[in-house]
């Protein structure tokens, strides 16, 4: 039996109806931008494997960390014990958070770093005796599939299920362009009907909703209505984290500064699942009591491994070197003239570009689903062509590693131009 088969026998995948989806393929190495599979087929990873993977595949620099780790201190409780490499972690991460960032609270994995902002959100006012329990998120937003961060999310597939069992979550419109008026007065109104805690959102870029994008001025005039209205503001930077937009965060982008950010995925450069919340001084003081009830009571079993914190640290610094640096500018670069040459096409609504993302919106007849079956055409396309790409409905995004060769670069944006003659 091949891998896939025996992989249809015993293994249930995320996000997947077995039933009317194809057969998982199995890969078996990677390295660089590229992944080959059982059969020796190369593949172009240029989704960077759902946005975790900067340096590329099988990084011997992270690698090494790693083992060095593991083989001096693979992990310890973190209840009521430390260690020097989630010490490091937090010295890094001080230097490079927006400056009102001073305490860090490890996860393991996306969903669970938003879970615990939203927690802290709740707790926080709990704490101080304010009966405040709404949390505001955007349209279509994407946090996880925990129930809080499922409860933040407003994307119906991954939802539908679970409607009415979820804490109270309310909707704003996001501030695309033109529509930033629209944002700014509803977040006031529903600010104004509702015992607000906190607002989430995915800083300049919701991922999951297919690259939607609107502009640093907007998010920061929301955020300031927040803060004059003691509403805690939680950034989502899952996603957008360590370089993906250009900057180390987005919120690097934009002049007011959240009370919480969540990390994840490209934290440990797609080797080892961590997750980390990041709070202010003041967030944190809420908790700090002689009151054992007003303790944050949330954990979790391997918080702050050791290794995944060693892998962390190598991340970041790779993602430091003048060379990542100058990785980032130059796929940035080469998107924004793919973009001019692409958004001039007959078949093309929109392309847009926040340093290594890029997305297009492809015209279609009829409404196009997310799991739709334009989507389906296009991404069967690709992977039959050797290019990685996941497409949103009618939106294909490319989110490379940053190590991604120009010439890799020119066939993932040549497989997109035929994808677009085809269907
Ligand atoms: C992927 C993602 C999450 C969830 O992270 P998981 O590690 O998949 O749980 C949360 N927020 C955003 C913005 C994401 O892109």
Redesign the pocket.
């Given at each position: 039996m091949t891998l896939t088969e025996k992989d249809s026998q015993y293994l249930w995948h995320p996000y997947t109806q077995h039933k009317t989806s194809q057969t998982s393929i199995a890969i078996s190495r990677g390295e660089g931008a590229l992944l080959w599979d059982e059969n020796g087929k190369e593949y172009i990873d240029a989704i960077a494997s759902?946005?975790v993977n900067p340096f590329g595949h099988s990084n011997k620099f992270i690698a090494d960390a790693i083992y060095k780790q593991l083989t001096t201190l693979e992990h310890v409780l973190f209840g009521g014990f430390t260690h020097e490499p989630a010490i490091k972690v937090a010295e890094r991460l001080m230097e490079i958070l927006p400056k009102n960032q001073q305490k860090i609270f490890f996860s393991d994995?996306?969903?669970?770093a938003?879970e615990v902002a939203i927690k802290v959100a709740l707790q926080y006012f709990f704490n101080k005796n304010e009966k405040r329990t709404t949390i505001i998120a955007f349209e279509n937003a994407?946090?996880?599939?925990t129930f809080a961060?499922m409860a933040a999310s407003g994307i119906s597939f991954y939802t539908q299920a679970f409607q009415g069992m979820f804490i109270d979550v309310v909707r704003i419109p996001v501030p695309v362009k033109g529509k930033e008026q629209e944002s700014f007065d509803a977040l006031k109104d529903v600010i104004e009907n509702n015992n607000c805690a906190g607002f989430i959102f995915?800083p300049l870029v919701q991922?999951?909703a297919g690259m939607v994008m609107y502009e640093p001025e907007a998010l920061a005039k929301l955020i300031k209505i927040c803060r004059e209205n003691k509403v805690l503001t939680i950034a989502?930077e899952?996603?957008t984290g360590f370089g993906k937009t250009g900057k180390t965060f987005a919120m690097d982008y934009v002049l007011e500064n959240p009370d919480m950010i969540?990390l994840?995925?490209a934290l440990t450069g797609g080797t080892i699942p961590m997750?980390i919340t990041t709070f202010t001084q003041e967030v944190f003081d809420a908790f700090y009591d002689d009151d054992i009830n007003k303790a944050l009571f949330h954990g979790h079993t391997f918080t702050a491994n050791p290794t995944g914190c060693a892998a962390a640290l190598a991340s970041m610094n790779l993602l430091q070197t003048e060379e990542m640096q100058a990785n980032i500018e130059r796929i940035n670069s080469s998107h924004l003239i793919f973009q001019k040459k692409i958004e001039k096409h007959s078949k093309v609504i929109t392309a847009r570009t926040l340093g290594v993302i890029f997305a297009v919106e492809i015209k279609s007849d009829s409404e196009e689903s997310y799991y739709g079956s334009m989507r389906n055409k296009l991404y069967n396309f690709f992977i039959e062509k050797g290019v990685i790409l996941r497409p949103v409905g009618n939106i294909v995004y490319i989110l490379p590693p940053y190590i991604m060769t120009n010439e890799q670069l020119q066939k993932v944006y040549q497989t997109i131009e035929e994808a677009i003659e085809m269907v």
């Open positions: 759902w946005w994995n996306g969903s669970t938003v994407f946090h996880g599939d961060a995915e991922g999951a989502d899952v996603m969540c994840s995925k997750a």
